[in-house]
């Protein structure tokens, strides 16, 4: 659905205040690729030569550097914070705390509940306490380790079961612990459990937090105009709603604060929250100079939300068929000292915790809590991921439980169209499930390892550690269904603006969005679309900032989706507009049947072929539209029974993994990772292969290695030495079969694609352990003491 908004006129300078170096340029593209292709990427070259600037490069004159003071502990209360002695220090022009703040003391993603300085306690390891701007970031350091701080210790509730169930645990906030639960209740579950007939299989599973692991630290600078207004240059997500965050805190005009998209090293939802932007800009504000922010990597891990830990009971009961019956399920996501995104986890955990299968009795209740534990918020896969590992282990227990092979069960309680998944919302558009999971069968399977392998083959690779006699081969198989975009209600839309103008005899788009560009290709899919509806080869980008209207955040497989449907609508008001334009000029009148288009720079009719060189239509004239796009209506589920039509779309994929393990020393080595996926339309091929390949590499850093070690509420490996995620030597290469069953709802029939393959990666790799080791296995990532055996187990020999 498209809407009109009132055209705006272009600007050419974009920027109120000085721009620093590093700040993002528009970014000419002449290219003949359209949508469909795989053209090269407008920052490939200088992301690979190493010249592309993110947002840690920025640079100003005469620029501060601002740095964090924060909590050692996860819970205490502040009696006294002494500042005098870091005022006191050379080269230091600011120390601010919460008195400094001019405006709201408080920010947040869903609920305004975060301390921008903590007030009289503190809630988690890290929390932020004072802010300081020196000229040089070794000053800066020094001056946070002269502020006093008298901190009351108190003991941290860091289980997240006891804070959802036990009153007699300390409320973190004054409305309690809880912070959204959402019950799904459809037919009658408790009476289905009364049935004698029924096979019945109960689990219990647990998550442990996973980090985004983005390379870029968070980093921004902001700059000050002179007359009270303020530029933020910044790397984040969704550079509007941080600016709904910002105003109320600096107590400023919403035209008085500006925001553009700085280079962005990785988000995967690590960049939805706050982190430098209101802390630079208080520093700014207070000295009259530009601030620059840089996190290290220790500070990184402390100063942005993680993945939920979960806690989840699973109950089944299916005929003797294979088919299920009822589903009881609980689940409780650790949202850690704030509240982020927890409200959204829980209504998505809540729709996708039963998957692609129909189940016609359904008891479901999620929970969100707040712990002194990490702040928890987005992550690729959003809610997802939890419920996903624990319906597909499931699954396979149900299989083994009734002597059924894993792929079979699953054919049994595929959903179709037509079919309702468990917030009852019924299934509309095409749903490929069944041939997808024939598809993921007929992918041949490696070959056996040799009776003497390569080293570099074995599960302890070139350590020497395994023995090839040690080595048990299994598979295994996961499935994941996620939604795309923002739903629930939402009126989710993206903006676009497009300029077509001549420039040296050859008509230029441009294009501006405020969509941020964080790694996921947005940007070459912005100028494939723009050339496919234009017919022209020249696109200029423009940086992304808030001097256009909100197009939502790069999370939720929405940007193509959404900014992309944006600019084919603003393409195609330009398009109508060139030929109301070329009707004029050229004194034109098309016939019925005409059907004027434009290609490689022509207007062209079916009838008399070229009409017009478009550069000569448009002369010294430029077009300058500007459209939203919306997605389909969604409604709120209800409170009490979680049902309604909360989905724009559903994504699935399918995995199926092979595993060598070492039995002994319980190390893991994937040996194939391949992939079936159904993404509507192929929008940009090589872009869309990466992003199936790296949710698959998350999906296999959460089976095997990445956790944030928590020990009451501390976080122990605060660093890539310490917190593993996968290399190249840990990815397979992968077989990936693309296939499109067009969404008729979206743009060109496309589908989101960027997360389904995180969650069915996952489950795929622990069924596959499983069926090499004969273990359980309920609790992720896995741990070599989980795996570990003393007697040689049975399997399927590598």
């Not at 029974?641 to 989905?647: A, I, P, V």
């Amino acid at each position: 659905m498209c809407r009109s908004d009132r055209d705006i006129n272009f600007v050419d300078e974009v920027f109120v205040s000085p721009t620093p170096s590093g700040a993002p340029e528009a970014v000419a593209v002449h290219q003949a690729i359209g949508i469909g292709g795989t053209p090269p990427r407008p920052d490939g070259a200088q992301k690979v030569q190493g010249s592309f600037a993110y947002s840690s490069d920025l640079r100003a004159e005469g620029m501060l550097w601002g740095a964090t003071l924060r909590s050692p502990h996860p819970s205490a209360r502040i009696r006294s914070v002494n500042t005098s002695r870091a005022r006191a220090l050379a080269g230091v022009a600011a120390v601010l705390t919460h008195e400094d703040v001019p405006g709201s003391k408080f920010y947040g993603l869903e609920r305004r509940d975060q301390p921008v300085l903590a007030v009289d306690e503190v809630r988690y390891q890290g929390e932020p306490i004072a802010l300081v701007a020196a000229g040089h970031p070794e000053t800066a350091r020094r001056a946070l380790a002269l502020i006093e701080v008298e901190f009351e210790v108190r003991e941290p509730l860091t289980e997240s079961r006891l804070a959802a169930f036990d009153p007699g645990q300390p409320s973190l906030h004054p409305q309690g612990n809880l912070v959204r639960h959402q019950p799904i209740r459809s037919g009658d579950a408790q009476a289905a459990r009364r049935r004698g007939d029924l096979v019945v299989v109960r689990s219990e599973f647990e998550i442990g937090m996973q980090d985004q692991a983005f390379l870029g630290p968070e980093s921004g600078m902001a700059v000050p105009d002179g007359d009270g207004g303020i530029d933020l240059y910044v790397a984040t997500q969704w550079l509007h709603h941080d600016k709904r965050q910002i105003v109320p805190v600096l107590g400023l005009a919403e035209e008085r604060v500006r925001l553009t998209l700085a280079g962005v090293g990785g988000a995967f939802g690590g960049r939805e929250d706050i982190s430098v932007q209101i802390h630079m800009a208080l520093l700014a504000l207070a000295t009259g100079r530009p601030v620059k922010m840089s996190y290290g990597r220790e500070e990184s891990f402390l100063g942005h939300v993680h993945r939920h830990p979960a806690r989840m009971r699973y109950e089944y009961g299916a005929t003797r068929d294979g088919r299920l019956v009822y589903a009881d399920v609980e689940i409780v996501f650790d949202g850690g000292a704030y509240t982020s995104a927890t409200p959204g986890v829980v209504g998505i955990g809540s729709s996708l915790c039963l998957g692609p299968y129909e189940i016609p009795h359904i008891k479901v209740d999620v929970y969100g809590v707040f712990t002194n534990n990490p702040p928890c918020g987005a992550m690729r896969g959003f809610g997802g991921v939890q419920g996903c590992f624990a319906y597909e282990s499931m699954m396979d227990r149900l299989a083994s439980e009734l002597g059924m092979e894993p792929l079979e069960i699953r054919r049994i309680n595929a959903i179709t169209a037509g079919s309702r998944i468990a917030n009852g919302q019924a299934v509309d558009a095409p749903q490929p499930f069944l041939s997808l999971l024939d598809e993921i069968e007929a992918v041949p399977l490696p070959e056996p390892l040799p009776a003497v392998p390569d080293p570099r083959d074995l599960p302890g690779g070139l350590s020497g550690s395994t023995r090839a006699d040690g080595v048990v081969r299994g598979i295994g198989y996961g499935v994941g269904m996620k939604n795309a975009c923002f739903s629930g209600g939402d009126d989710d839309y993206g903006t676009a603006r497009i300029r077509l103008a001549v420039a040296e005899g050859e008509v230029t788009a441009h294009v501006h969005t405020a969509a941020a560009e964080v790694g996921q290709g947005l940007t070459t899919v912005e100028a494939q679309i723009a050339r496919t509806e234009l017919g022209i080869e020249r696109i200029v980008l423009l940086p992304p900032d808030t001097s256009i209207g909100d197009s939502g955040g790069s999370s939720a497989s929405r940007q193509t989706y959404m900014t992309g449907g944006a600019v084919k609508a603003a393409c195609e008001a330009a398009r109508e507009e060139l030929f109301r334009l070329a009707v004029r000029r050229l004194s034109l009148s098309p016939r019925p049947g005409d059907d004027l288009r434009v290609d490689g720079g022509k207007l062209v009719s079916r009838r008399d072929g070229v009409l017009a060189d478009l550069a000569d239509v448009l002369g010294t004239q430029a077009v300058d539209v500007t459209r939203e796009y919306h997605h389909r209506p969604t409604s709120a589920v209800d409170p009490l029974t979680g049902l309604g039509d909360s989905h724009v779309q559903l994504i699935m994929c399918v995995h199926r993994a092979v595993v060598d393990v070492d039995v002994d020393l319980g190390l893991v080595r994937v040996v194939a990772l391949d992939a079936v996926q159904d993404v509507g339309r192929v929008i940009n091929r090589g872009g869309l292969e990466g992003q199936i390949h790296g949710g698959s590499a998350q999906g296999l850093g959460l089976a095997l290695m990445e956790e944030i070690v928590l020990d009451g509420g501390r976080v122990r490996n605060a660093s890539f030495t310490d917190y593993l995620i996968p290399t190249t030597l840990d990815v397979p290469r992968m077989k990936l079969n693309i296939v499109e069953h067009p969404d008729p709802r979206s743009p060109y029939g496309l589908r989101g694609a960027g997360e389904a393959p995180t969650l069915s990666a996952t489950p795929a790799i622990v069924s596959a352990v499983r069926a090499a080791t004969g273990l359980a296995l309920t609790r992720i990532p896995l741990r070599p003491h989980d795996i570990a055996l003393g007697d040689r187990p049975t399997g399927v020999q590598a």
